[in-house]
């Protein structure tokens, strides 16, 4: 089985914490399908790791019936259900899992996916966590798009490489470096860090210095050429964040939680959460992960 990558994973992470906060369901889980199979690999709310590394396969136990529907499937009563194999027993209930909800991932007709809700008691967590769930997928799979295309690309130059536009006269127009995802992911937890010292400084002209070196490290990371979820090409940003904003969304995109952002940029969780979501709304997202993404592809932060 092809194993995600790093980004990949952190991703799925994100997703599924941000799945369980969206449908209120007390446990969350998810993972990646590869030829008929989905590996759970992402926890929210678990009280046990019997669902870590669970294999479920097409048409066996209620994520395999979604897989096999392409539909969100839903049990009120898991271990009596008379429409799904059992297979997974052992690892569900576990967790005592009463009702359990299984969303499929989707791109066109195929499932990249599956996020699992469940509850322990008998009571659902609302009447609107499919919806808010299918929103959350769909998030999710705009991510797994863009994602495979960075992937794409960055297969083909398996070293940092550079390409540029020349005039007729040979003049240089620009260049955009791809970095590997190794050097990227240290270059993204050194412009956070940078942030966080300049926050902390006292001394205006110092401050403005590492303000300059930060948003160079930002445009270093940058993927460049066309957005590849749309067809609206690159384009310099026009969203303005705060610089608390942009400090949390740095912090965000190494998968800090929101109490480990408060921890490193001395604030309360409430308030990690009011600038998470603050952000959100300037970048027109519905999602943590979406706001990474978004801040990313327009070079907010690399």
Do not use: W
Not at 48 to 64: E, H, I, K
Not at 91 to 117: H, W
Not at 176 to 187: D, H, I
Not at 261 to 276: F, W
């Amino acid at each position: 089985m092809t194993q995600p990558s790093d980004i990949a994973l952190r991703l799925l992470n994100d997703v599924v914490e941000e799945f369980a906060r969206a449908t209120r369901f007390p446990l969350a889980f998810g993972g990646y399908e590869h030829d008929g199979v989905v590996n759970v690999t992402a926890l929210a709310g678990n009280q046990t790791q019997s669902l870590r590394g669970l294999q479920v396969v097409t048409d066996r136990g209620l994520g395999g019936r979604a897989m096999r529907e392409k539909r969100p499937r839903m049990t009120a009563d898991y271990s009596r259900s008379r429409l799904i194999t059992h297979d997974y027993d052992s690892e569900v209930l576990a967790e005592q899992v009463q009702i359990l909800f299984a969303m499929p991932v989707m791109i066109g007709d195929t499932v990249r996916a599956v996020l699992y809700g469940g509850s322990r008691g008998g009571h659902s967590p609302g009447t609107s966590f499919v919806q808010v769930g299918a929103s959350v997928a769909r998030d999710f799979a705009r991510e797994i798009v863009f994602e495979d295309e960075v992937a794409k690309r960055l297969a083909s130059r398996p070293v940092a490489a550079a390409t540029r536009g020349v005039e007729s006269d040979g003049t240089v127009l620009s260049q955009q470096y791809v970095l590997p995802n190794t050097l990227r992911e240290e270059l993204r937890g050194g412009h956070a860090e940078l942030r966080r010292i300049a926050a902390s400084c006292d001394d205006p002209e110092l401050q403005q210095q590492l303000r300059a070196l930060e948003q160079r490290l930002a445009k270093i990371g940058s993927f460049g050429g066309p957005d590849p979820r749309n067809n609206r090409g690159s384009h310099k940003p026009t969203v303005r964040l705060t610089p608390r904003e942009l400090d949390v969304l740095a912090y965000a995109a190494l998968g800090r939680t929101n109490a480990e952002i408060g921890v490193s940029l001395m604030l309360t969780e409430s308030t990690v959460k009011s600038y998470l979501k603050a952000a959100m709304a300037k970048l027109g997202v519905s999602s943590r992960h979406a706001a990474v993404a978004e801040a990313r592809r327009i070079g907010l932060i690399p």
